[in-house]
């Protein structure tokens, strides 16, 4: 996520230090950081939140407060801790809402809080200087002033808004406070139905099942549940009446849905971690406060907001003594400095006798269990803090799994006999079993045979054997499939001389496995050389040396003079195939190959490296043959 050291400042008295010094005490404590850029005046952190906490630090508040607590600096400004204004005009407590506009139905469980707030008189334009700033320096366009408010509250706080052009929704009727019966905007929540399309903000139309959820009107869908907002009722610059949507939808829900329909938004990145309800009133409430500064020149007033709240979040605990922090970390931490961690995270609690009963701020999800509290009292006191300490010996003997035993046996057998490991696709043209989110039209099924995969593998590698360095392709696959209803393992062979064959892993197994593993040697490491796209060309060159000539000079020679890549060359390998001796001379054989990773190679070009290469060899006083 990209995160503004400008917009940071905001939420504190003092500027906080420079990108570097915040980089670092975000790696050491909390997420790496991927990168610092500097945009305009502003400079820019790439911070990668880890997955367990994008249901806080999703946003510009939630990494304040991280640095809040890292730095021990206050965290001064927090957008939670704001006017209860729209709290109030929502349980119907001001005057100023004499009646509803607007209704809300969520015929799903998926959706666990609506809040629709009506606004009429706005004046759509564009947002002003620093608001533009802030959100093209995290790569965000500005769109307009009401757009641009929706994105800048989801950015600050972490909630995803969405604001619906009034006048473009269909009305229907509805009961208000004093018992009349009055137009009404119709919202509803609900499962999408087949074949149900969608005209979407970004002008494609898109084709919906039953398992998205979609938010309509009384006409018609207006927009997808936690992914995007329907074209219909964009809002435009003739728009004046907006109801701006603040909605906590289902997090597997919005990701299977932004999935299946390659449309990944800014907005279904945060629903699929799992946001609480409760940022839902502080979104509304952000978006409000923004709405009223002077130099946003939106205007507009609230006439009816309606919060649907079937199940609230309900407080939670947790509790951890200084003892299991000290067992797990393996620190002497006194109580004190365990206090010291939660109150610079703003984690309320309680203490009596070493035991800490923390209740966790409704934002912060991932904080469950004993462990999760341990894990924050390390991060912020630095686990540089914490002393290494050997782990004990494993007082049981591990036990040998069988297939993985097995096929390291059967794989082991196969490369002492010259064969090569290849690891095919598991998808095919024709099988039993179909995939749901299946990779591409072509290819829908699970295989059903090793077969064909070791077939395809042969015919693209036998061109490339001289490449390689090999004189004929033997290859192997140990892999899954599916046919007759089951799962099974299988071993298949195929060479340049036998076809291909298979049969099931288990028929290597043998009567007893050990009860350990054996020992194997250690695998020296292999440097990986990418494949040129291009095709190569073969050069052999035979002559005679006299005896005594050291061959591996030779060779090096030859690769000097054919110029090998790391001196600009071409010339990929160089290889002896053939080497006889006739009285006091021997010949040599080489095979070399050349190959270009920008083009496609002419012959000419091989031959004037060849040229050099022979007049190297007569130079020596080799007898070419």
């Known amino acids: 996520m990209k995160v503004s050291k400008l917009w940071l400042d905001k939420f504190f008295d003092a500027p906080l230090p420079k990108a570097e010094a915040l980089s670092d005490a975000l790696t050491f404590h909390a997420f790496e950081i991927d990168g610092v850029d500097t945009v305009g005046g502003d400079e820019v952190l790439d911070v990668k939140i880890t997955a367990n906490r994008g249901h806080d630090c999703l946003s510009h508040r939630g990494i304040a407060k991280e640095l809040s607590a890292i730095l021990k600096t206050p965290f001064a400004h927090d957008p939670f801790v704001a006017s209860e204004t729209v709290a109030s005009l929502a349980a119907g407590q001001q005057g100023d809402v004499r009646e509803a506009t607007v209704s809300v139905a969520l015929n799903t469980p998926l959706c666990k809080r609506y809040i629709a707030a009506h606004i009429k008189g706005v004046k759509v334009g564009p947002s002003p200087k620093w608001l533009q700033e802030r959100l093209e320096a995290i790569g965000q366009r500005s769109i307009n002033n009401v757009v641009d408010a929706t994105n800048f509250v989801m950015f600050n706080t972490g909630q995803p808004l969405h604001a619906f052009d009034a006048r473009k929704l269909g009305q229907g009727p509805t009961l208000s406070g004093d018992g009349k019966v009055g137009p009404c905007y119709a919202i509803e929540v609900r499962a999408a139905k087949n074949g149900e399309k969608m005209l979407a903000l970004d002008g494609k139309e898109y084709d919906l099942k039953e398992s998205m959820l979609v938010i309509t009107d009384s006409n018609e869908v207006i927009g997808l549940a936690g992914v995007k907002g329907g074209m219909p009722s964009g809002i435009s610059t003739d728009t004046v009446d907006i109801i701006v949507e603040s909605a906590n939808f289902d997090g597997v829900t919005t990701r299977k849905t932004a999935a299946a329909l390659k449309l990944r938004t800014d907005a279904s990145s945060r629903f699929e971690q799992v946001i609480s309800p409760e940022l839902c009133m502080h979104g509304i409430n952000g978006m409000i406060e923004l709405m009223q500064r002077p130099d946003m020149n939106m205007g507009g007033e609230v006439v009816s907001v309606v919060d649907v709240y079937p199940a609230p979040q309900q407080k939670t605990y947790v509790s951890v003594t200084v003892e299991q922090v000290n067992k797990i970390l393996g620190t002497s931490l006194t109580g004190a400095d365990i206090a010291d961690v939660f109150q610079r995270l703003g984690l309320p609690y309680k203490e009596q006798d070493g035991v800490f009963e923390v209740q966790p701020p409704f934002e912060r999800l991932d904080l469950v269990i004993a462990e999760d509290l341990v894990e924050e009292v390390g991060r912020i006191i630095g686990y540089d803090k914490v002393l290494p300490v050997e782990l004990p010996p494993f007082s049981k003997q591990p036990e040998v799994n069988v297939g993985f035993y097995v096929a390291e046996k059967v794989r082991e057998e196969l490369m002492a006999g010259g064969y090569s490991e290849v690891f095919t696709s598991v998808f095919a043209e024709t099988g039993e079993r179909t995939v749901l989110n299946k990779v591409d039209g072509v290819k829908p099924y699970l295989r059903t045979s090793l077969i064909s995969g070791l077939n395809d593998a042969l015919k693209k590698n036998i061109p490339n054997k001289d490449l390689l360095g090999l004189k004929e392709i033997k290859l192997f696959e140990i892999g899954t499939v599916w046919k007759d209803g089951k799962e099974a393992m299988m071993v298949g062979i195929v060479t340049e001389k036998e076809p291909a064959v298979e049969e099931p892993l288990e028929m290597h197994a043998p009567e007893a496995v050990p009860g350990q593993y054996e020992s194997y040697p250690i695998s020296g490491a292999q440097q990986y050389k990418p494949f040129s796209k291009y095709p190569y060309i073969i050069r052999d060159v035979a002559f005679w040396i006299p005896e005594g000539t050291d061959e591996n000079a030779v060779v090096e020679m ?68």
Not at 584 to 598: E, G, M, P
Not at 601 to 618: F, G, H, Q
Request: no cysteine.
């Open 558 to 625: 030859i690769e000097e003079e054919a110029g090998d890549p790391p001196a600009g060359g071409m010339l990929q390998s160089v290889r002896l195939f053939d080497r006889f001796q006739k009285a006091d001379k021997t010949s040599l054989a080489f095979r070399l190959i050349f190959q270009s990773f920008d083009k496609t190679l002419e012959d000419s070009e091989a031959n004037t490296a060849m040229e050099k290469v022979y007049s190297a060899l007569k130079a020596k006083g080799f007898e070419i043959r």
